[in-house]
């Protein structure tokens, strides 16, 4: 089965420093993974995904992510944090579930602050 | 972008009585929702998947008698908490997906949850 680990569940950066958020995935065939973020009290939003059509994905906001599958690896990053951008961030990977359903496992996400 | 309704958006409850929860694709047609519970600080953690008229899949260890699912209609489906107890308050999620098609890239729009609080 598929699933994501991020490593570190609170990280802090000063505003305007490099935001790092770490996710591996588990996953016996070429997965496909997301980035979501979610502001306090909402729902979640996609930040990016990785469709294997390049390793170096972009995504709102200035984010992006690489797939880099010998570290098994699909880390956010941010050149230069805002205050904006405290919030929950999730990375998750789709599984199939059966018939033409395929379903999201997320993980458990990691809490990004941003001092000013 | 498609967007997704919930209601209420935060709702308390006395132990025992039971709770209906809205979730409504708004600009779109959603042939499939989901229903995500959220503990605090903690991952969403997937329900239920429902496909418009027909029956809910549940996933493993969820009680189906107690978290009733109704997807009637291509822009609305239901959550009902059955005799809810203060173990079943939480963050509750939905999304949808637009359209036919599957495919594990096809993207699921989140509604912006319902906290419930059962007393």
């Known amino acids: 089965a598929q699933s994501v680990t991020q490593l570190g569940s609170h990280v802090s950066v000063s505003e305007g420093a490099l935001v790092l958020l770490r996710c591996n995935y588990s996953s016996s065939v070429p997965p496909y993974l997301f980035w979501y973020v979610q502001y306090p009290n909402q729902g979640l939003q996609l930040l990016l995904k990785?469709?294997?059509?390049?390793?170096l994905v972009k995504g709102i906001n200035d984010f992006e992510a690489e797939f880099k599958k010998s570290e098994t690896s699909f880390h956010l990053t941010k050149p230069s944090a805002h205050m904006s951008d405290a919030a929950e961030y999730f990375c998750?990977?789709?599984?199939?579930?059966?018939?033409?359903?395929?379903?999201?496992?997320f993980g458990k996400g990691t809490l990004l602050t941003v001092n000013p | 972008g498609a967007v997704v309704s919930q209601h209420p958006s935060r709702v308390i409850c006395k132990s025992g009585t039971s709770v209906k929860i809205e979730c409504r694709s708004l600009?779109?047609?959603?042939?499939?929702m989901f229903w995500y519970r959220q503990f605090p600080k903690q991952s969403l953690m997937l329900m239920a998947t429902s496909n418009e008229g027909s029956k809910a899949t549940y996933e493993q260890g969820v009680e189906k008698d107690k978290f009733l699912i109704n997807h009637a209609s291509l822009t609305l489906s239901t959550l009902t908490v059955t005799s809810a107890h203060p173990e079943d308050s939480s963050f509750y999620i939905c999304s949808a997906r637009e359209g036919l098609a599957g495919g594990p890239l096809s993207e699921q729009f989140f509604g912006p949850g319902t906290r419930l609080t059962v007393l």
């Open positions: 600009d779109f047609q959603a042939t499939t």
């Open positions: 990785y469709t294997s059509a390049a390793t």
């Open positions: 998750a990977v789709t599984s199939y579930s059966g018939g033409s359903n395929y379903k999201l496992t």
